[in-house]
């Protein structure tokens, strides 16, 4: 985690920290709702009690219709906050509100207004730093307007005296620090929530990757290539729409692993794969169903089209060269092609027609490709 200039004490995620932010941007828009009406709403209430007590005087009228101006100020803002879509507008929002209630409470505090206290500033400098959601530096600033605003005031004043007014500045000192501490701590205890909680969603991801894809060819795994398969089902059955699906074998594979070692087979397997997707387009399904078995879906495609693939592909491994040390090892592959068919229950339905059109290429010599059922003239 890193810190912030501002005192070295406001942590952040780096690299995180935008996410983080987005992330609680709801929540802090929500609280930033919540203090500001209930800011404001205190102080007005407040302020028609002190009416109701005092009067209809010059100083009591002057201070609600500031406050009153303040509530229409807010009841503008709190709208902007629940549409807010970046955390810097957050801030900005929230910092210019705060840093006008304080001016005005420096301004009432001047003006001998009996209803905002030390009491009131040392709440409000406090509530700065804990219940305002945004950057430190928007909490500090305001919540020192407060408190230098306020001691000022004790020095100039007849009654205040020096001894009084430095006890002050302490006492809002020691505010201040307990205000940062505690501000930096529970801002620091929620970014570590976050990073917990990005560190989970990390490995969450990377292991449904492990799950879904192939680490040595990097194409998608068997399941995922079935679970998709199915989703290609479905939507044949409601739109119609066709998918052909091939099942492609290494021939004689086992004889690349015992003469040149599975190094070489690997390479062999990778280079393959490569293949396989040069030959697909880009809404193409292409897996490695285990071992040297690979499986293709297209979608929208016809048993005629798909067979003309496939035979590309045969065609194109018999050129392929595998450099491995010294050697150059070819090798070729057989194919069997299906389509989808409305009886087929599920994807497996398609899945064994498939595997018995390779089984029947292998049984014809090998390095050639079979369809079930056999397709009409192509057209692809």
């Given at each position: 985690m890193e810190y912030a200039s501002l005192f070295g004490v406001e942590p952040t995620l780096g690299p995180l920290e935008q996410d983080y932010r987005r992330h609680y941007l709801k929540a802090d828009a929500s609280q930033a709702t919540f203090i500001?009406?209930?800011t404001i709403g205190a102080l007005l209430l407040t302020n028609l009690v002190d009416l109701g007590s005092a009067g209809f005087t010059r100083d009591?009228?002057?201070?609600?219709?500031v406050i009153g101006t303040g509530g229409v100020v807010t009841i503008i803002i709190i709208p902007l906050l629940r549409r807010v879509q970046r955390a810097a507008v957050l801030d900005l929002l929230v910092f210019v509100w705060s840093l006008a209630v304080a001016l005005v409470?420096?301004?009432?505090?001047?003006?001998?207004?009996?209803?905002?206290?030390?009491?009131t500033v040392a709440v409000l400098a406090l509530g700065c730093y804990t219940v305002v959601p945004n950057r430190l530096l928007f909490r500090v600033i305001p919540a020192f307007l407060l408190t230098a605003g306020d001691a000022s005031l004790l020095f100039r004043r007849p009654e205040g005296g020096t001894s009084a007014g430095y006890a002050v500045?302490?006492?809002?000192g020691f505010i201040h620090l307990v205000g940062i501490w505690s501000s930096s701590t529970l801002h620091r205890f929620r970014r570590r929530q976050f990073e917990a909680l990005a560190g989970e969603q990390s490995a969450r991801s990377e292991m449904q990757r492990l799950v879904r894809t192939d680490s040595l060819t990097g194409l998608i795994s068997r399941a995922h290539f079935i679970e998709r398969a199915e989703q290609e089902l479905g939507r044949y059955r409601r739109y119609n729409t066709p998918f052909a699906t091939l099942i492609v074998d290494l021939d004689h594979f086992k004889a690349v692993n015992d003469t040149y070692g599975h190094s070489a087979g690997d390479e062999v397997l990778r280079r393959f794969a490569d293949l396989l997707q040069r030959h697909s387009r880009s809404n193409d399904l292409v897996g490695r169903l285990g071992g040297e078995e690979f499986g293709l879906l297209l979608p929208e495609t016809r048993l005629v089209d798909a067979r003309e693939v496939a035979a590309r592909i045969v065609a194109d491994c018999r050129e392929l060269e595998v450099a491995v040390e010294s050697h150059r090892l070819r090798?070729?592959?057989s194919v069997g092609v299906t389509e989808a068919d409305p009886l087929d229950g599920g994807?497996?339905?398609?899945?064994?027609?498939?595997d018995a059109a390779l089984y029947a290429a292998k049984q014809q010599g090998r390095d050639r490709v079979e369809t079930l059922p056999q397709p009409p003239a192509s057209s692809y």
């Open positions: 500001l009406a209930a009591t009228v002057r201070r609600l219709w409470v420096v301004y009432f505090r001047s003006t001998h207004a009996p209803i905002v206290s030390e009491a500045i302490f006492a809002y090798f070729t592959v994807f497996s339905d398609v899945l064994r027609r498939a």
